[in-house]
C-alpha cells in the first residue's frame, strides 16, 4: 500500500487543492468524540500496561506526524525509539528519581530530538529554490529554527498518537547533556523532550489540573 507521502509527492497543486476541497465537503469539522479523544478530554498518563505497542503502529504513526507543517519544509525532528533494557537504562542515567519507573515502565520511551544540520537536507525538503543560505553559518538561527519546529512536530506527535489510540506522557525531568552525551556524541542531534509512550493504565490517572479561561489567556486587538 502506498503511503500518504507517496500520494502527496506526485500530487500537482491543483490537485492537492482539490483533495482538501473534497475532504472539508465530506467533513467540514471534525467529529466532537474524536476532538475529546486527542486534546479536550485527553490526559497526560505516567502508569501503564504491559500491552506492547507494534513497530508498524510506530511507523504509521511517524507517517502521520511527518505530514504536519513545519517552516520552510524543515522538519528538523528526529525521534528516537527506546524499547530495549540496555537502551533504558542508557536513558535512565539522564532522568529526576521520579521519572525513572514511569519510563522504564513505559512500552516505549521516546527521545524526540532535532537535527541542527536539518538544513543540508532543503534541496530534497524545499526542492524549487535553493534556501540553504538562509542558515548555513548562522548556528542560533539553525538552533532556533530546529528547536522550535521540533516541538510543533511533537505536538504532532502525541496528537497523531492519540488519534491511533495510543496514550502520551512526556517528560522534561531529565538532563538534556546526558541524553546527549548518551545517544548523540558526535552528531548534529540534540535532544528536546522525552515522551512515554503506550497503553495507560488508567487507575493510576490522578484530577485534571485547571486551564485558563478564554478571558485569561486570550484578547482581541
Known amino acids: 500500500m502506498s503511503s500518504p ?8 497543486p491543483e490537485s492537492a487543492q482539490a483533495s482538501v476541497r473534497a475532504l ?5 469539522q471534525v467529529d466532537p468524540v474524536a476532538i475529546d479523544v486527542i486534546l479536550r478530554a485527553a490526559r497526560s498518563h505516567y502508569a501503564w500496561t504491559d500491552r506492547q505497542v507494534s ?8 507517517d502521520i506526524t511527518a505530514a504536519g507543517p513545519t517552516s520552510m519544509n524543515t522538519c528538523p525532528a528526529r525521534f528516537v525509539f527506546v524499547k530495549s533494557e540496555e537502551a533504558r537504562t542508557r536513558l ?5 528519581d ?9 512500552p516505549v520511551a521516546v527521545i524526540i530530538a532535532f537535527d541542527l544540520d536539518f538544513w543540508k537536507e532543503l534541496p530534497f525538503l524545499f526542492p524549487h529554490e535553493d534556501r540553504r543560505g538562509f542558515f548555513k553559518g548562522k548556528e542560533q538561527h539553525c538552533y532556533d529554527t530546529a528547536f522550535r519546529n521540533s516541538s510543533l512536530q511533537a505536538a504532532y506527535f502525541m496528537i497523531a498518537a492519540r488519534s491511533l489510540g495510543l496514550d502520551v506522557g512526556a517528560m522534561s525531568g531529565f538532563s538534556n547533556q546526558i541524553v546527549d552525551e548518551e545517544f548523540f556524541a558526535d552528531t548534529s542531534l540534540r535532544s528536546n523532550f522525552l515522551c512515554n509512550l503506550g497503553y495507560a493504565d488508567e487507575s493510576a490517572i490522578f484530577q485534571r489540573l485547571p ?6 489567556a486570550c484578547s482581541f486587538v
Open 55 to 62: 513497530d508498524d503502529t510506530l511507523r504509521e504513526l511517524y
Open 211 to 216: 486551564r485558563f479561561s478564554f478571558e485569561q
Open 5 to 12: 507521502n507517496e500520494h502527496n509527492n506526485h500530487s500537482t
Open 98 to 106: 521520579k521519572n525513572i519507573d514511569k519510563m522504564m515502565s513505559a
Open 92 to 96: 535512565a542515567k539522564s532522568l529526576k
Open 24 to 28: 472539508r465537503t465530506r467533513m467540514p
